[in-house]
């Protein structure tokens, strides 16, 4: 049984886990007309990596193949995952120049979803930071491509959610740090138009992202913490650390040991958490460590358990910059009416991206959690209304359930994306559960 991190949809699928390349042709030859799609470490929320018939498991692609120290270019295999190049890279001073919020996905994971992070108003997303990349086609070729090389086809696979084909490997660059400790500035905003003012007020700061009390309602509507945040430098690093700066600061783990009984996340609880946990929120400056500050989510493992056996949905919706005043409060509007708040509620503003199936846009970018019931369907199916209403779109490494409409009015690029998609892999061997769901 598979499922992404949100444990919903649940499907029995029969998962091929290829060695090598010749395995993995093999297996993308054997699949033909039936299918296939890669999976890197299951941290996409919904369908996007399950196929019933054959989902190829990329994890032991996991090998770090070349690295300078001059520039910073990391060649390695898409299978290895990005906590690995943090433990190697940064005692070494180097950091990936984009990372999502959790260091548990792999490098083919991040291009095929093509993510975003703290920094992409600065430096855009995971992929401006690729300089190549063997894929795998249908026909067994592989192809290398880049910005400069079949740039098309490098183009379709940037967030072209593995339906391209399965990359194989790839070459980044990082980006140097001095030391592996953030300076952070928390700064609270009583409400949505003051938290908007400070995201503008921020662009120059390098990580920015903001905590959001869906629940909160009236004059408190859209009321945040927003954290921004720099490499630190080493004055700034505490005193007994600063002989070893780049040695990660010790952050500690702790795992959800059971799934929660149904019921536990509701109304009130998360209201109360979200009202402590603004107030708790100390404005100022403090030295923190890299993990805290990128991967907040990832010191609570198996965190996706809080939702209970029928599992959750992650709601990321991206609004052009205009538009996002009125529609962002035309959406918590719709949340704190309905009394349907998830406690993980993450505001940014995104930079500019163009590419085809990016989902980047510049403009504000909201991320909700809730349960995955019949009930929250239907709601979400209003939340799609106002998304499209307002000329946005939704983040396909978090979905599980739009429908063909919104993607459609969300994507200009899908039609362009599908000529590519065929011309390189005429048979349509890459195959996910969310490709049918969506004819991607
Ligand atoms: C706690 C948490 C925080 C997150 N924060 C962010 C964030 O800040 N920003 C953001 O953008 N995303 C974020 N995500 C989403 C996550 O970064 C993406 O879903 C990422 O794609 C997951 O990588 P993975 O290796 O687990 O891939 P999977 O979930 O296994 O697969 C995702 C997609 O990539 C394709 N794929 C995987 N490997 C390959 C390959 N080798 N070749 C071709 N296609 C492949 C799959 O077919 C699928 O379509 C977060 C997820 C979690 C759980």
């Not at 943090?86 to 095929?112: C, K």
């Not at 205009?322 to 009394?339: D, F, N, Y």
Request: charge should be neutral.
């Amino acid at each position: 049984m598979l499922s992404g991190w949100g444990r919903y949809p649940r499907i029995d699928c029969r998962v091929v886990t290829p060695r090598d390349e010749g395995d993995a042709a093999a297996a993308v030859r054997a699949a033909g007309n039936s299918g296939l799609i890669a999976r890197g470490n299951g941290r996409s929320y919904g369908d996007a990596a399950l196929n019933r018939r054959a989902t190829l498991s990329m994890l032991r692609f996991d090998r770090l193949l070349a690295f300078d120290p001059e520039t910073g270019r990391l060649t390695c295999e898409a299978g290895v995952l990005l906590s690995d190049i943090l433990d190697t890279f940064v005692p070494r001073g180097w950091f990936p120049a984009v990372t999502p919020g959790t260091r548990f996905v792999t490098v083919g994971g991040a291009i095929a979803a093509d993510v975003h992070g703290k920094n992409h108003h600065k430096d855009g997303s995971f992929v401006d930071h690729v300089d190549s990349l063997d894929l795998l086609l249908e026909d067994g070729r592989v192809i290398t491509c880049g910005p400069d090389r079949e740039p098309e086809l490098f183009t379709a696979t940037r967030g072209g959610m593995g339906l391209t084909g399965t990359i194989l490997r790839a070459t980044l660059r990082l980006r140097p740090i001095t030391t592996a400790w953030i300076r952070q500035e928390t700064v609270r905003a009583p409400d949505l138009d003051t938290i908007m003012g400070l995201f503008e007020e921020s662009v120059d700061w390098t990580y920015t992202v903001a905590w959001i009390d869906c629940l909160a309602r009236s004059a408190r509507l859209g009321r945040s913490l927003l954290f921004r945040g720099e490499h630190a430098e080493i004055e700034e690093v505490p005193a007994d650390r600063r002989e070893r700066p780049l040695a990660t600061p010790r952050h500690r783990t702790i795992s959800v040991p059971c799934d929660a009984p149904p019921g536990v996340l509701n109304r009130w609880t998360v209201a109360a958490f979200n009202a402590i946990y603004y107030r708790l929120g100390t404005p100022g400056t403090a030295i923190v460590g890299a993990w805290p500050f990128f991967y907040p989510l990832d010191s609570l493992l198996d965190w996706n358990r809080i939702y209970g056996g029928a599992g959750f949905v992650q709601y990321q919706c991206v609004l052009p910059k205009p538009a996002s005043a009125v529609g962002i409060r035309a959406l918590l509007e719709a949340v704190a009416r309905a009394g349907r708040g998830s406690f993980l509620a993450v505001l940014k503003l995104l930079g500019k991206q163009n590419e085809l199936m990016a989902f980047p846009m510049e403009g504000y970018t909201l991320a909700l959690d809730f349960p995955a019931n019949a009930p929250t369907f239907s709601f979400l199916n209003e939340l799609d209304a106002i998304v499209a209403d307002h000329g946005g779109r939704l983040y396909l490494a978090k979905d599980a359930r739009m429908g063909t409409g919104l993607l459609h009015r969300g994507y200009p690029g899908l039609a362009a994306f599908r000529d590519i998609r065929v011309r390189w892999n005429p048979a349509g061997s890459f195959r996910s559960l969310q490709a049918e769901r969506l004819a991607l």
